[in-house]
């Protein structure tokens, strides 16, 4: 398996409870040595996707793995890990013994224990029992659990809920690691300004329909694409003259204010300086991922 291949390609989700349609139509792709941003608001539809993905949901569409609907496979664990929050396993067993019991139920060696245990930082917390561990300790142990028998996919449904800075900054860290060894990551997340940092891809769920999908580097273009120029200046009528003339648009917001688009900030300073316009302000902001994907699923919608 070569960085790019599709490893998990789901088409057509769909799913309704009794007359309301709460997903609709939805198709990913995780390719190797990639993170998956799955994107939207809380209750946009990511977890209903992400457990019909799994097989734990019935709906429309299907799943492929590898090539083959997750059941094909006789152990499931070797394909795909999830992490769907918390930790199912009895509050005074100690984390060794309830990692061991898992690996067990997955025909893992033992010794694949102690190694997720070191992979995710947590072999000093090892006789630590499950009702001791943090918020932070348990996502980790979810994913120690997701690992242990070192599956080429991983599924994570909303990891860094409730997690402080640090743990978040750990997450990514981690999930970007785990791409660079070649597996495919899936994370959903309501939070589109986390994905900048994490995923190679990008999709956006509004009311249980994918309204964006593309590589983060091309979001990132369309965003820089609408950065917005705003200007302070006595001749706004002589500015907007040479804005218009070299294909900008200014737009007066009162008190010699006015925002210019079309144009970066650079350019205006210099058509200003060059025909003596004076600017006592200059300055270029960019719209927020989220902003943008908020106006994408306006639109979305409008059109629809």
């Known amino acids: 398996m070569n960085k790019g291949d599709v490893v998990v390609e789901t088409t057509g989700l769909g799913r309704s409870y009794g007359t309301k349609q709460v997903l609709d139509d939805v198709s990913i792709s995780l390719r190797a040595g990639e ?175 994918v309204v964006a999908a593309a590589p983060m580097a091309q979001l990132l273009e369309r965003v820089d694409s609408r950065r917005t120029v705003t200007v302070e200046c006595p001749d706004l009528s002589a500015l907007a003259g040479l804005v218009e003339a070299n294909g900008g648009r200014l737009r007066p917001m009162g008190h010699q204010r006015a925002t210019v688009t079309g144009l970066d900030r650079v350019r205006v300073g210099a058509l200003a300086l060059e025909a003596t316009v004076p600017l006592y302000e200059l300055r270029e902001e960019r719209p927020s991922l989220e902003d943008f994907y908020l106006g994408v699923a306006e639109e979305e919608f409008k059109i629809s």
């Open 35 to 209: 993170v998956t941003g799955f994107v939207g608001a809380n209750g946009a539809g990511k977890t209903t996707a992400i457990r019909l993905m799994l097989g734990l949901l019935r709906g429309n569409g299907r799943t492929l793995f590898l090539g083959h609907p997750l059941h094909y496979w006789g152990a499931p664990g070797t394909v795909v890990g999830a992490v769907l929050g918390g930790v199912a396993g009895h509050p005074r067993h100690r984390l060794r013994q309830h990692l061991r019991m898992v690996a067990a139920g997955s025909a893992v060696p033992d010794r694949r224990v102690d190694e997720v245990l070191d992979t995710v930082g947590l072999t000093g917390a090892a006789r630590l029992r499950l009702s001791e561990l943090s918020l932070g300790m348990a996502q980790r142990v979810g994913i120690a659990q997701a690992l242990l028998a070192d599956p080429p996919v991983l599924v994570l449904d909303e990891p860094a809920n409730g997690l402080d800075p640090h743990s978040i900054r750990w997450l990514r860290d981690f999930l970007r690691g785990q791409a660079a060894l070649g597996r495919a990551v899936l994370v959903s997340s309501h939070l589109l300004s986390e994905m900048e940092q994490m995923a190679d891809h990008v999709l956006v769920l509004t009311r249980g329909r």
